[in-house]
């Protein structure tokens, strides 16, 4: 399986990456790294990138926009300096400007060019500590699910059928699961493509497999996914390539709680959550076996991707697998007043 496409849904672990010398656009250029996931189309790419003590770049920000998450470690933008867990924006077209890290990172690297964006000065050179930031409900009403937002503006949805997370590009978020929470339905963005790196904690997601430190999902724009629990609760960094609907299209699935209580009770609190694959966990074999999930997957839930799902609003009215990424390559940023 190739982890980099975003095309088709992925599950892996970053930190079992082989990283090595990259051959990357910019000032990513030449450091050691690994691509974590690319859309052919734009040239959006997320990088884990090591940055060595004392290194230091500059760009001018002409050809991307780059976002970057520290892992650990320290980065500074002109000046401005964020430890583990900050986070640095350098929009496309609006100055560019130095980056250097004195004790050297590990951090994530998020390069997108022609990112549909706010105008200037609502996206400006920004660094972000998430801990200086406010807990917003990512669902309106509920506080099972928190989030702080990195990339912005970062618009979040209101309590209509009609509301959308994020910014014209999509969102960069910091966000949190509380324990024991269990959703027990299947759910689909017809929207965008959902990239989730879990930074702490635990996530089991049915289909795809139990999340520790360093696993990474993708999520295709149209592609079905979750049920999903968590133990202990998860600090996770989601991000997207346009906005996300909301409320989610969601779709009833056979024995989800049965599901999610096989995961409760077999989650040990005495070791550290481990990264399973989907194929590997005891619980696929638990799903294959019931003749509920057979006759429903033959049936209701035949249809893995939400292409041909009925829609008559948004966001219930399917996008097309690809739309996303076709509208992302379809753009080219200019110089404001050309």
Not at 156 to 162: F, G, L, Y
Not at 260 to 275: G, L, N
Request: charge should be negative.
């Amino acid at each position: 399986m190739d982890h980099t496409r975003r095309d088709e849904p992925g599950f892996y672990n970053l930190l079992g990456l082989n990283r090595s010398r990259l051959d990357a656009p910019d000032i990513l250029d030449g450091l050691n790294g690994s691509l974590m996931s690319a859309d052919p189309r734009s040239g959006s790419r997320t990088f884990v990138l090591d940055l060595p003590p004392g290194w230091r770049g500059r760009t001018d920000a002409q050809l991307a926009s780059l976002e970057l998450f520290l892992l650990r470690g320290d980065l500074s933008l002109n000046g401005d300096r964020v430890g583990a867990s900050g986070y640095v924006h350098v929009p496309q077209l609006c100055g560019g400007g130095e980056l250097h890290s004195e004790r050297g990172a590990l951090a994530l690297a998020f390069w997108n060019p022609n990112m549909p964006a706010f105008p200037f000065p609502y996206t400006r050179n920004r660094v972000v500590r998430p801990w200086e930031e406010q807990w917003v409900n990512s669902m309106p009403g509920c506080t099972g699910a928190m989030h702080k937002s990195l990339r912005k503006p970062d618009p979040v949805p209101h309590p209509t059928d009609e509301g959308f997370d994020g910014g014209p590009g999509g969102y960069i978020r910091f966000q949190y699961l509380e324990p024991g929470l269990i959703a027990a339905g299947e759910h689909v963005h017809h929207e965008c493509f959902e990239e989730i790196i879990l930074l702490q904690g635990d996530c089991f997601l049915v289909n795809e497999g139990q999340m520790g430190i360093g696993s990474v999902v993708v999520h295709p724009q149209e592609w079905y996914h979750a049920p999903f629990a968590s133990r202990s609760g998860a600090l996770i960094l989601v991000h997207t390539d346009a906005p996300m609907g909301y409320p989610w299209p969601p779709r009833p699935y056979p024995e989800a709680e049965k599901l999610a209580q096989a995961y409760m009770d077999s989650a040990a609190w005495d070791v550290p959550t481990e990264h399973v694959c989907w194929h590997d966990h005891p619980i696929a074999r638990m799903q294959e076996e019931s003749s509920a999930y057979q006759a429903w997957r033959q049936g209701e839930g035949r249809n893995k991707w939400g292409d041909e799902d009925v829609g008559d609003k948004v966001p219930y009215m399917p996008g097309k697998q690809g739309t996303s990424s076709k509208f992302r390559a379809s753009w080219t940023r200019k110089e404001c007043g050309e």
